[in-house]
């Protein structure tokens, strides 16, 4: 029962984040800056959404991602690139990760994972690409045009292996809060 519990509880966060990312983009929702103390005050949802949504919006104000993540400091781009793959891989998994654009974070996912001290995590990922032999500095090869590609991708590696196993380990965002906790004054 806890594991149904914690996977409708992962689907919920990932279509509610879908949600709020989706009218945040729209302009129907407006984002209210929040830093300092006032993070310290929110629950852990509260306190990793409110983080992610703020650094989504500074980075969206900028003219392309790359661009933003060299003016953003080093745990915002942290908790950024761990937000947009653990949501990738929520929603689709990590063929989808590395078939979105955000396959343009897979060389720095490893670190980031360190960083927030998810070793499980970062296990799974590091044996998934040696195991694969995927270069994460060349991932043309998953840049698709079509519903039929895609079908494809998903069967050029056990993409489900790594989903099935990537559900079993404590939420990412747990360990994403943790860490923003710990840098607070860097938000």
């Known amino acids: 029962m806890k594991k149904i519990f914690i996977k409708f509880k992962s689907a919920f966060m990932v279509l509610l984040s879908f949600i709020t990312v989706l009218l945040s983009s729209c302009g129907v929702l407006g984002t209210k800056q929040v830093h300092g103390d006032e ?6 949802v ?9 650094i989504l919006d500074t980075v969206e104000s900028f003219d392309n991602e790359e661009a933003a993540l060299s003016q953003i400091n080093v745990e915002q781009k942290t908790v950024y690139i761990l937000g947009t793959y653990d949501m990738e891989i929520q929603n689709g998994g990590l063929c989808q990760f590395f078939v979105n654009s955000s396959r343009a974070f897979a060389p720095y996912v490893e670190d980031s994972l360190e960083k927030v001290g998810a070793a499980e ?6 044996d998934f690409i040696e195991n694969n032999n995927i270069d994460v500095n ?19 590696y056990d993409f489900d292996s790594f989903d099935n196993k990537y559900t079993t380990l ?5 360990y994403i809060t943790r860490y923003i906790k710990e840098n607070t004054e860097k938000f």
Not at 46 to 53: D, M, N, P
Not at 138 to 156: A, G, H, P, V, W
Not at 170 to 174: A, F, G, M, S, V
């Open 39 to 44: 993070l310290k005050k929110l629950s852990d």
């Open 46 to 54: 509260e306190l990793f959404e409110t983080v992610y949504f703020q």
């Open 121 to 126: 995590h970062k296990k799974l990922f590091a």
């Open 138 to 156: 060349d991932l043309d090869s998953f840049i698709i045009n079509d519903l039929d590609q895609y079908e494809s991708q998903t069967k050029r």
């Open 170 to 174: 404590p939420e990412l965002t747990d």
